[in-house]
């Protein structure tokens, strides 16, 4: 929905026990009336990859937990996310404890690709999670205007790191990825652009 579109007000019927628990959500959750939290409400709904358009392009997350112990996990992952670093944009590698890893890709790309990417992580022997959450939909005409994406990812592996102290260790690595864009326009022209 665009900030400029005009509001048309309609009803909706629900039961009345529906409405109060409904009411009791949305203060709890800071709104200050119905419509807000029923456009929100819309806007997740749309966002739901499995009302989109699998030719839409779509930017979000791929969130996943996986044990690091099972044997070539890792080198499996590495690899599935080489063979979709077009849509990859970043990732971000916690260590949850002594086995568990919680790692985030930050995606765009086709929706059917990265739908594609998530079910072939959540299928992995160790992988008890793999979610892909939509947060932006591209509108039509406006996705990549003039650019084409040959994403030389040359990795910059910056580290950050969080402490627990008195327990464990816990350690962020945020990988980027440096992006080459080509401009039609400007017949071809690498541009870099820091990711």
Same mark, same amino acid.
């Given at each position: 929905?665009?900030?400029?579109?005009?509001?048309?007000?309609?009803?909706?019927?629900?039961?009345?026990?529906?409405?109060?628990?409904?009411?009791?959500?949305?203060?709890?959750?800071?709104?200050?009336?119905?419509?807000?939290?029923?456009?929100?409400?819309?806007?997740?709904?749309?966002?739901?990859?499995?009302?989109?358009?699998?030719?839409?392009?779509?930017?979000?997350?791929?969130?996943?937990?996986?044990?690091?112990?099972?044997?070539?996990?890792?080198?499996?992952?590495?690899?599935?996310?080489?063979?979709?670093?077009?849509?990859?944009?970043?990732?971000?590698?916690?260590?949850?404890?002594?086995?568990?890893?919680?790692?985030?890709?930050?995606?765009?790309?086709?929706?059917?690709?990265?739908?594609?990417?998530?079910?072939?992580?959540?299928?992995?022997?160790?992988?008890?999670?793999?979610?892909?959450?939509?947060?932006?939909?591209?509108?039509?005409?406006?996705?990549?205007? *003039?650019? &084409?994406?040959? =994403?030389? #990812?040359? /990795?910059? $592996?910056?580290?950050? @790191?969080? !402490?627990?102290? *008195?327990? &464990?260790?816990? =350690?962020? #690595?945020? /990988?980027? $990825?440096?992006?080459? @864009?080509? !401009?039609?326009?400007?017949?071809?022209?690498?541009?870099?652009?820091?990711?």
């Amino acid at each position: 929905m665009n900030d400029k579109d005009a509001l048309v007000r309609f009803g909706i019927s629900m039961p009345q026990s529906l409405i109060d628990q409904y009411d009791r959500l949305i203060a709890l959750q800071g709104y200050d009336n119905r419509s807000e939290a029923i456009r929100d409400l819309a806007r997740k709904a749309l966002l739901a990859s499995s009302s989109l358009q699998p030719e839409g392009t779509v930017a979000g997350t791929i969130v996943m937990v996986y044990d690091h112990h099972v044997r070539e996990l890792p080198m499996t992952l590495m690899e599935l996310q080489h063979d979709y670093h077009q849509e990859i944009i970043s990732t971000m590698h916690i260590h949850l404890n002594h086995a568990q890893c919680l790692e985030i890709l930050v995606v765009r790309g086709k929706v059917h690709q990265l739908r594609e990417l998530q079910q072939r992580i959540q299928v992995l022997r160790g992988v008890s999670y793999a979610e892909l959450s939509v947060t932006h939909v591209d509108e039509p005409g406006t996705a990549g205007e *003039g650019h &084409e994406h040959g =994403h030389d #990812h040359g /990795h910059e $592996h910056g580290q950050m @790191h969080a !402490h627990k102290h *008195g327990y &464990e260790q816990d =350690h962020v #690595h945020v /990988h980027k $990825h440096a992006h080459e @864009h080509e !401009h039609a326009a400007e017949g071809g022209k690498p541009e870099p652009e820091n990711g």
